[in-house]
């Protein structure tokens, strides 16, 4: 009996001690292993961008054919001047570092707004709605979704959320939590789900340069019954059973997905799932190869320099900036100090403080520093819950009712949302108005109320990156029925033009 009293406490004393993280399984990191990781996912974004950039959405829908050259000038630097509009996904990237720089690594989503908001570089789609709605003074501090925006799922935190699994070595849950704040503010749905997981692989790339192990361990942490998780799951199915082509799985993802594709939630070409693939096919194919990754990931078509931007950082995190070849490291190295647009980063600036952060988060996180060793504790992959989505095509009908008004008017429809976009006619002649303004700045606002509640005010500015919107507003979770729309032109200087545009409604099927 006493001797089963004390095997029973042993084993009791075993798993208080489990319990409390001291038989956790460690992964070991090197410090200067550690900043050459760190170093080579920031540059293998930037190569990645760089390499392909000229063929950006020159193929949808196609490969690149083999015998279009892909041209590397390892003569030149890759920018004499700064890293420009190409750059969207740095210069984001950097934005998100800088507010965990500035505000600690608890930063409140809407500082990751406010600098999105009041920024001063080019933005496109879902980086551009978040502008709009921050200047807008719309759900500040709130995240966003399919009901207030048709964008939700574009692919733009995608090529964003590197800076979260750098900043998380070896920890996938941890670069999840960073991800959250600045990428619901932009995504929701598969938009969100494909950031989360491109910042898993960048924290598990830290772990092993089996890209096959981390496509597939990064999957956990996506729902179990989301789309994307089915999409990336095929990819690496199709893989298994063809390691050789990735023009066949290319092909196989073409057909089960991109031609089926649902307008209802978001564009074909910049769905942040689609180019997700693209991202995944380059890794696995790519087998370790830092040249031949980045080269399928361009020639899956799309957005082709996103999508080797990001297979290329996470290959090069695994492998480290010194493994990444010389002729793809020359051109960076001789615009080390170039700045990013709209931020006071230069690559060189980003590597350091990319180190320090993360160094800053493995402590915050558990990890035990040993001299130059760092050891990581391992947890199991936490599952993100499944989120609602919009209305496939199955289940509403849509139409596009044209509006037209110099200072007011009201249009009635019936269905269960509406999102009101410009005409390209109004965007045109409202550039035109913006760069024949002396004094940039506000320039008028539309007033927007449904069915008598003020829904949105639509802000319009003169200045440059600020003179045009994608939508005026979006409310596609109203009831069902008859629904009363009102817009008035207030506060307009001048010279402000007519407003044309379309009101697309959103109907149940019969």
């Known amino acids: 009996m006493k001797e089963k009293l004390i095997f029973t406490a042993a084993i009791l004393f075993a798993a208080i001690f489990a319990l409390a993280g001291c038989y956790e399984k460690k992964i070991e990191l090197n410090k200067s292993e550690l900043a050459d990781k760190i170093k080579g996912g920031w540059a293998g974004q930037i190569i990645g961008c760089t390499y392909g950039g000229p063929t950006e959405f020159k193929y949808r829908q196609k490969i690149i054919p083999d015998d279009v050259k892909i ?16 750059y969207d996904d740095l210069y984001l990237d950097i934005t998100f570092m800088d507010v965990f720089e500035r505000f600690g690594l ?107 192990f981390v496509a597939g361990e990064a999957l956990k942490v996506l729902p179990a019954e989301s789309r994307v998780r ?5 990819i690496i199915g199709w893989h298994k059973s063809n390691p050789h082509d990735w023009k066949v799985t290319w092909q196989k993802f073409e057909d089960a997905y991109v031609k089926k594709h649902d307008e209802n939630l978001g564009s074909c070409h910049i769905h942040a799932p689609n180019n997700c693939a693209y991202i995944v096919i380059g890794l696995l194919y790519g087998g370790g190869d830092f040249e031949k990754t980045i080269d399928i990931s361009t020639r899956c078509g799309l957005d082709s320099d996103c999508n080797p931007a990001s297979s290329g950082g996470i290959l090069a995190t695994a492998i480290g900036y010194s493994k990444i070849p010389d002729k793809f490291k020359k051109p960076l190295e001789m615009s080390n100090s170039k700045l990013f647009m709209g931020t006071s980063y230069s690559p060189e600036k980003v ?134 729309l009102e817009l008035k032109l207030a506060n307009a200087q001048k010279g402000f033009p007519g407003f044309s545009g379309n009101l697309q409604v959103f109907s149940n099927k019969k």
């Not at 600098?115 to 551009?128: D, F, I, M, P, Q």
């Not at 919009?390 to 044209?402: F, G, L, Q, W």
């Open 351 to 484: 590597y350091t403080t990319g180190l320090k952060q993360a160094l800053k988060v493995l402590k915050a996180n558990g990890a035990i520093f040993e001299g130059e060793k760092i050891r990581v504790p391992v947890r199991p992959l936490l599952e993100l819950p499944l989120e609602g989505d919009a209305p496939t095509k199955s289940e509403v009908s849509s139409k596009y009712i044209p509006v037209k008004f110099a200072d007011s008017t009201v249009i009635e429809f019936e269905g269960r949302g509406a999102v009101l976009y410009p005409s390209a006619d109004f965007s045109k002649a409202f550039k035109t108005f913006a760069d024949a303004q002396k004094q940039k700045g506000f320039a008028g606002e539309i007033e927007i109320i449904l069915d008598g509640k003020k829904v949105r005010t639509a802000k319009f500015f003169t200045e440059k990156y600020r003179n045009e919107r994608d939508f005026l507003f979006a409310e596609r979770d109203i009831e069902n029925g008859k629904h009363k």
């Open 230 to 234: 089915k999409m990336m799951s095929d």
């Open 71 to 86: 041209n590397w000038d390892e003569t030149r630097p890759i920018t004499e001047t700064i890293f420009g509009g190409l």
């Open 106 to 212: 608890n930063a409140p989503r809407i500082e990751f707004q406010r600098a999105v908001g009041e920024s001063a570089y080019e933005l496109w789609a879902a980086n551009r709605a978040l502008r709009f709605a921050w200047l807008d003074n719309f759900q500040r501090g709130e995240p966003t979704s399919w009901k207030i925006n048709p964008m939700y799922n574009d692919i733009d935190f995608q090529i964003e959320s590197d800076f979260a699994g750098l900043m998380s070595p070896a920890m996938p849950n941890v670069a999840v939590k960073f991800a959250e704040p600045a990428g619901r503010s932009i995504n929701s749905n598969d938009g969100f789900y494909c950031g989360a997981y491109v910042a898993a692989m960048y924290a598990l790339a830290f772990v092993s340069a089996d890209m096959e």
